[in-house]
């Protein structure tokens, strides 16, 4: 065994302490706009949230706590992860939960990725897949789309011994489209066994199409896939941030032995238990974003506008060219009227916006504004 002399005693370091590789390449991510300045009225569609407000029974599962929270809540989150099991038929002891479906994605790439490692995702993929690789020196590396669908074929053309996971959004964000469970089948049987292929099913309760699955099927058929799921969107609870992934034994094994032992706060557990219990909250919230999808999707193409098709409770809309006319300028434009929405230069698609769905209210708001753009009325 060497034994290290005190630093004293050697020469002066050459350089301030430095963070790992990767780390410095990391763009921070920047969050959906929040402040409309000089506008009364603020409509904020920018960060995918359920507008109608949590369950009135979760806020008050939360208001409850309030005399409790000198204690440490239950570090296991038992009571949240039985109703979690209950409504979604799925053993408990296979659920961890955690500070939002972020916690547990950057969890499972700090355990099974490393240095020089490639994780593997779809072009237009969520962008915290390249920021959790790149945090642990990890390689990201990008399938191509076809029509701003995820390909499997390309993704399965860039796995290579360096492979370690494969995140996938079903549906994915930003472009709402999602991988039907047979394509989901077909990517996972192309896999080799060693590649963690996360399933990242965060609008997952959104989804009405009778071929979609959220992972459910893939986790319980193989020892290799995790489905990631969140109370960010139909839940409505993204402020208090609470996510759960289910997963292979041996993974729940991984990630309780690395996350924090209190991970989730006490008011989040009884928020949670409460969430999941009012079940009429969520069919509404669903029937809500599939009804508005819908009219917005009609309004906008009305306008000349491309909009994609989406299952989940945003839309993708295309703006032409032309200074005055495009993205950013509609993005400017809606702004001036209090209405956030979300650039998408980031994701490398600047003709874009992606346009939250919200109540009615909000909705007509955003086909009158944009109605007015388009006809040139400022
Ligand atoms: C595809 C996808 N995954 C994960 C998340 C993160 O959600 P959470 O609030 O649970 O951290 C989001 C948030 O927008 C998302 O769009």
Redesign the pocket.
Known sequence: MTTLSPIAETATPASAPEPKPGILEIAPYVGGDHKAPGVNRVFRLA??ENTAGPSPKARAAYAATAGEIHRYPDGHSERLRQAIGRVNGLDPARIVC??????L?QLLTKCYAGIGDEILYSQY??M?YPIAAKSVGAIPVAAPETGLKTDVDALLARVTERTRILFL?N????TGSYLPQDEMRRLHAGLPRNVLLVL?S??AEYVEEADYDAGVELVDAADNVVM??????IYAL?GL???WLYGPPAVVDVINRVRGPFNVTLATQEAGVAAMEDEAFVATSRETATRWRSWLGDELARLGLTVYPSVANFVLVRFPDGAGRDAAAALAFLKQRGILVRGMAGYGLPECLRIGIGLEEEMRAVQSALADFVGGQG
């Open positions: 960060s995918n955690g500070a939002g479906s972020d916690e994605l993929g969520f915290m959004a549906p994915n964000n930003p990242d965060a609008y990631t799921r969140t109370f960010s969107k993204a941030r609470l996510g």
